[in-house]
């Protein structure tokens, strides 16, 4: 298992930027696919982005062009460039280890894109 925290969320205005991060326990951090996830009121949890322990990402059309996902293997960090914003990307904002039947989740960061 892995333990995951994200931070980085906030109020920001539409137009505006935000970097999320999320910090991972443990020593095996580059053997997994990481992925942000987000949930906004009254709707179910879907992808942002993936990226996987080889590097290769992969976007939801919604976000392509301003949101960039990246990690950090020597810091056991993944995060999430947010460029942008509108308003409809406010929602809490998870992070996800997958590798083999390993499936980890944090506790999730609140963006709220709000003028």
């Known amino acids: 298992q892995v333990q995951l925290v994200e931070s980085g969320g906030g109020l920001v205005q539409p137009g505006g930027s935000l970097r999320l991060s999320c910090a991972a326990s443990?020593?095996?951090?580059?053997?997994?696919?990481m992925g942000w996830y987000r949930q906004a009121p009254g709707k179910q949890r879907e992808l942002v982005a993936r990226i996987s322990s080889g590097g290769s990402t992969n976007y939801a059309d919604s976000v392509k062009g301003r949101f960039t996902i990246s990690r950090d293997n020597a810091k056991n960090t993944v995060y999430l460039e947010m460029n942008s914003l509108k308003s409809e990307d406010t929602a809490v904002y998870y992070c996800n280890a997958a590798w083999s039947a390993m499936n980890n989740w944090g506790k999730g960061t609140l963006v709220t894109v709000s003028s």
């Open positions: 443990g020593s095996a951090f580059s053997i997994f696919d």
